[in-house]
């Protein structure tokens, strides 16, 4: 497992419990829930913090340049999607580990 992949995994399985200082503020069950809502406003705070998330680590993702916020979004609410069972973690983890599965720096 590369060093990068068992970051993210690791950063993944940090519970939501750590005060909110500490920015541990949606867990993956609240991104899915703004993610799938018909609620504009959910919606846009979906995209913003997918958005935060991946602006805040473009030095640990690889992220191509033609790619768009929309399609990066999609990714992350896929992954939030097929995986139910881990949702209660951390919600900054599964946009990491979804867009660093989907373009690994190796491929670039």
């Not at 940090?14 to 993610?35: E, T």
């Not at 805040?56 to 939030?80: F, H, M, S």
Request: aromatic content about 10%.
């Amino acid at each position: 497992m590369k060093a990068r992949t068992l970051f993210l995994v690791i950063l993944l399985a940090i519970p939501i419990k750590a005060p909110l200082s500490r920015g541990n503020y949606f867990s993956g069950s609240d991104m899915y829930a703004f993610a799938t809502s018909d609620d504009p406003v959910k919606e846009a705070l979906f995209m913003g913090y997918v958005a935060g998330v991946v602006d805040a680590n473009t030095e640990k993702l690889c992220v191509p340049a033609e790619i768009t916020l929309q399609q990066v979004a999609d990714i992350t609410r896929k992954y939030l999607e097929q995986n139910p069972d881990i949702r209660h973690y951390a919600g900054r983890g599964f946009v990491l580990l979804s867009i660093a599965e989907e373009f690994p720096c190796g491929n670039q």
